[in-house]
């Protein structure tokens, strides 16, 4: 459903059914047209600042801040206006690297990887404070009951290293070889599966997950930390470029945008049902299935993924403690190179990756 399983940990195929671990591609629906100028400078003649937010997959629960706080007057009230694009064949990182867009949905892992190529990102919100990835067989799969039983199997991806990394981990943890085949998903990961075409998968628990208690099929699976995976591998959130912040204006945009952007998730997780019907009449082009999409946000509700449970930490912000321990891994991993295809002196350092200046 999301960005960190398509090009970095797992992103599969989400409403429409694909993922960065099963999501899918879409425009967005409504209003949220993109624009000729995407400078969040403003438009012209206009004293309000614009900020052009691009998604990194089809709409989904995942990003259903951005469209309670457009619906219900939250940008308005801040004084900044919000225009969100949709994501685009290069990617929200490379958007927003090239200055297409100012934000873009991503990972803290997908910044480490473009920055180590010499991009100039910055990671300013972290939404996701809890592991919502998931490695998951079919249920039916009784030869499959623990991350060692997927040696020599085939592995449905997007043929990221950063995925690959993460389950020959889980798999060693376990007892296994590592050793595992690969198979590249079609649009749906389940159907993959079932068709025999692949052993597992990498999904969310917050769409496919709740997709297969809805609709099935029945999945077993298995949770990075608990097999040998350090650090939280699914930091999703918004990045900037980072010269971009150094124009004042910009940076004062961008707080406006974070705090009434951060508003419209404190609304979805107070009143996930309104919300997640909010986000079903928004984003009328994804054609969101109404009652994946409420149970999908009651149970993103339910078991806080979006809340933290350090209170001297403020939800959307980064924890570095879980952050460089995973950072840390993949590079040793090998997963991050530079432009010249060699791995970098040393690991990337979370602290010049992300920051947390602007959530309040």
Known sequence: MMTGLKKGLTTIAA?????????SLAACGGTNTADSS?????????ATPTVSFMLDW????????????????????????????????????????????NVGFTTLSNVAAFNSQGADLKFVFDLTQKQVARWCALAS???????????????????????????????KYAGGTGEIKTATAGTNTFETLTSGKGDFGGFYVTWEGVESELNGPALNCFVASDW???????????????????????????????????????????????AADLLVEQAKEAQLDSKLTR???????????????DPKSLPGTVNFDDAQPYLDFQYKAGTYKDKDGKDPAEAPQAKDLATNDYVA
């Not at 995407?38 to 206009?46: F, L, Y």
């Open 141 to 171: 799969r009784t030869d499959i009951k623990t991350p060692k039983d997927l040696s020599g199997k085939t592995f449905v991806s997007f043929g990221s290293a950063e995925q690959t990394a993460v389950v020959q981990q889980m798999i």
């Open 15 to 23: 409403a429409a059914g694909a993922l960065a671990m099963g999501l």
């Open 58 to 101: 089809t709409p989904n629960t995942n990003h259903i801040g951005l469209y309670v706080a457009q619906k219900l007057g939250y940008y308005k009230d801040a004084g900044v206006n919000l225009k969100i694009l949709p994501t685009a064949q290069a990617g929200a990182e490379t958007s927003v690297e090239n200055g297409v867009a």
């Open 295 to 309: 149970t999908s946000m009651e149970e993103i509700a339910k078991n806080g993924y979006w809340t933290t449970d």
């Open 228 to 274: 040998g995976v350090p650090g939280n591998p699914d930091q999703l959130g918004f990045a900037v470029k980072s010269s971009w912040l150094k124009d004042s204006k910009n940076a004062d945009a961008l707080k406006k945008f974070i705090s009434a952007t951060k508003k419209g998730y404190d609304y979805a997780l107070a009143n996930p049902d309104k």
């Open 38 to 46: 995407n400078s969040g400078s403003g438009d012209a003649g206009s």
